[in-house]
């Protein structure tokens, strides 16, 4: 993976951290507002997280299959963004 490893990780754990209280809240039953807020603010993190992925993604592995040359691998790349475009418009 080419994205800042250490940031990845601490983020995930923050959203991991997220997850452990929202379960805690609904554990308690608390207000249904309380926890959606949670939630969309857990989605949004590890959205955030996936931009920084991606980002390194095309920066690292696509720009290198682009110098290669190689349009074999050219072609492979650009499948993959286009895929993993389809899934996020979803």
């Known amino acids: ?17 997220q997850i452990d209280g929202i379960l805690r809240m609904v554990e308690d039953d608390r207000y249904c507002i309380d926890i959606s807020t949670q939630l969309m603010a857990t989605e949004s993190l590890l959205a955030r997280i ?4 991606l980002k390194a993604h095309v920066e690292g592995c696509v720009r290198s299959a682009m110098e290669t040359g190689d349009e074999g691998e050219q072609d492979a790349k650009l499948a993959e963004i286009e895929m993993i475009i389809e ?3 979803k």
């Open 1 to 17: 993976m080419m994205a800042d490893h250490e940031r990845v990780t601490r983020l995930l754990k923050t959203a991991r951290g």
């Open 87 to 89: 899934k996020l418009a």
């Open 50 to 53: 996936n931009a920084d992925v």
